[in-house]
């Protein structure tokens, strides 16, 4: 089994930046590829950014690109992700998850990915 807790939410404006941290433990993550999701009330769970075992693969949605960083440190069994010009439309709940599977890729779907956290609240205002 595989715990994973995520912090540095909060309430922010327009512009700011935040950093989100997923903390794993239980067992290493760094075989694995990590992801990045988010969901706002009446919504699927969507797809935000996602990197691979050694961080030698990210991805990102369309939305975020060029305002998100993923990364990890597998020393640390840690992943993050830097959010910067945030808008009020990334509002939303925030979940780190784990593929448990070996992959060099780095899936988008909410199916491909085992473990989750509870979640991190991200609010943006205007």
């Known amino acids: 089994q595989v715990q994973l807790v995520e912090s540095g939410g909060g309430l922010v404006q327009a512009g700011d930046s935040l950093r989100l941290s997923c903390a794993a433990s239980g067992r290493p993550v760094s075989q694995y590829t990590m992801g990045w999701f988010r969901q706002t009330p009446g919504k699927e769970r969507e797809f935000v950014s996602g990197?691979?075992?050694?961080?030698?693969?990210?991805d990102y949605a369309d939305a975020v690109k060029g305002r998100f960083t993923v990364s990890r440190d597998n020393t640390k069994n840690m992943v993050y992700l830097q959010m910067n010009g945030l808008k009020p439309e990334d509002t939303a709940v925030y979940y780190c998850?784990?593929?448990?599977?070996?992959?060099?890729?780095?899936?988008?779907?909410?199916?491909?990915?085992?473990?989750w956290g509870q979640g991190t609240q991200v609010t943006v205002s205007s």
């Open positions: 990197i691979n075992w050694n961080g030698g693969r990210t």
């Open positions: 998850a784990v593929r448990w599977r070996l992959s060099v890729t780095v899936p988008i779907l909410v199916s491909e990915y085992q473990y």
